[in-house]
């Protein structure tokens, strides 16, 4: 009942009750973003919804415009405090996860949970082996299992399996447990940024 039917509800009121905070922060951060240098106060990027349906997840833009886009050995993005494609306010939003903030969008559409498996690229669907095309069983999260307990210390697979860990045992009590982890996470800055510098990387275009 609760997989297939309450979460939705909670994330649904969850939501829109935090809306008019969210409209507050934009109000604020927003006019800083375009001012740094002029560019637009999102980043829209596609990414691997429920059953594989692609959609598009909103940020608040961190990164300069057209900043390439760096990726680590396993695929997964590069990220790394001293990164200088980072702008002033967003090396702040990303510290903060303000920059995740868009995302309360995504879960009134219904793209998205509170809590879930943070999705993957498009193109990450080619790569997946075994059972870890699971991952898509259910809505991606904001945040989730992986983000309340590891944040950015493990690679990109071992994240995938703790995403099935987390479908496999998915239930109110724990979507409770990582809520509150990942607060304590964020409000600690916790494993923010990737500290392995020798991660070998490749260069596309993004934000």
Known sequence: MYKIFLKRLFDLI????ALPLWL????????????QDKGSI????????MNGKVFK??????MKMNAPDLRNEDGSTFNAEDDPRLTKIGKFIRKTSLDETPQLLNIIKG???IIGPRPDLPEHRKLYEGNEER????????????????????PWKERIQNDIYYIDHL???LDIKVFFKTAISVLKSE???????NSNKSSNMGM
Not at 24 to 35: A, C, K, N, Q, T
Not at 57 to 62: A, G, P, T, V
């Open 24 to 35: 507050l922060i934009l109000i604020i951060v927003g006019p800083i973003i375009y001012f």
């Open 57 to 62: 997840m909103y940020k608040f833009r961190s």
């Open 42 to 49: 999102f980043y829209n990027a596609p990414r691997l919804g």
């Open 171 to 173: 239930s109110w009590w």
């Open 191 to 197: 494993d923010i940024f990737v500290t392995d510098k």
């Open 135 to 154: 991952k898509l069983e259910i809505r991606p999260g904001v945040t989730g299992y992986n983000q309340a307990y590891f944040r950015n210390t493990v």
């Open 14 to 17: 969850l939501a829109i009750v």
């Open 111 to 113: 793209d998205m949970s």
